[in-house]
């Protein structure tokens, strides 16, 4: 049976979205929506809260809540808000506007920690790792700080070592429906993470003129020389 992440403050349409998307992407749960927390919190227990119909004071008196009974809470801040500094503790994570499904999906693994059944969390290619659950990236074991695009575009790559992708198709499979801009937003997010995971000995992401870009092998040599 797949988990189900209660949801407060949430459309019925958007929640039917999300729930679209989760599947597309893979999640293993899914939306419901309730009207009130579960005092009978567990481990796994997430609410996803937002205030697409509920007020504003409903909305802080359910952060409120949330604190006084220790739940785990993913909130998906509305645009009048822009600081919840005051609530934030282990166990509470938020999104920005607009809220993408792959980062609510994200941060909502990292609310429910460890899968039992996902044993192969680590993608280890040379001298970079990625952690596809806890969403770090390691090169030289030291850790790089990326956004949340610059790693989905880094593991995107590296799932598909060797293999050549057009800015096209990289738009399409990264970016989905989230952006609606030109091909150049690649480039530029390509730019952005060679300048955080390559140096002198690692050049991880590869070229291909007039076609796109690769992961590279580490006995790859470059097929234009």
Not at 10 to 26: A, H, P, T
């Amino acid at each position: 049976m797949t988990p189900l992440i209660k949801t407060i403050g949430l459309d019925i349409g958007k929640i039917s979205k999300l729930n679209e998307s989760f599947i597309n992407l893979n999640a293993n749960f899914s939306l419901e929506s309730v009207n009130n927390f579960d005092n009978k919190n567990s481990d796994d227990s997430i609410i996803l809260l937002g205030a697409d119909n509920i007020t504003l004071k409903d909305f802080y008196k359910f952060l409120d809540l949330s604190n006084e009974e220790n739940h785990k809470v993913l909130i998906l801040l509305p645009m009048v808000i822009t600081d919840i500094s005051i609530y934030l503790r282990n166990g509470i994570d938020f999104c920005m506007p607009p809220h993408s499904a792959r980062e609510i999906m994200m941060r909502i693994n990292l609310l429910r920690g460890s899968d039992k059944e996902d044993t192969n969390i680590t993608m280890e290619l040379g001298k970079i790792k990625i952690n596809t659950l806890t969403y770090e990236v390691f090169v030289n074991n030291q850790k790089v700080n990326l956004t949340f695009k610059e790693y989905e575009l880094l593991k995107f790559l590296a799932s598909k070592p060797g293999q050549v992708f057009s800015r096209e198709s990289l738009l399409h499979s990264v970016w989905n429906y989230d952006y609606y801009g030109g091909t150049r937003t690649v480039d530029v997010h390509i730019r952005r993470l060679r300048s955080k995971i390559n140096d002198m000995q690692n050049q991880f992401i590869e070229t291909i003129w007039n076609v796109g870009y690769r992961f590279r092998l580490k006995n790859q040599s470059e097929d234009k020389k």
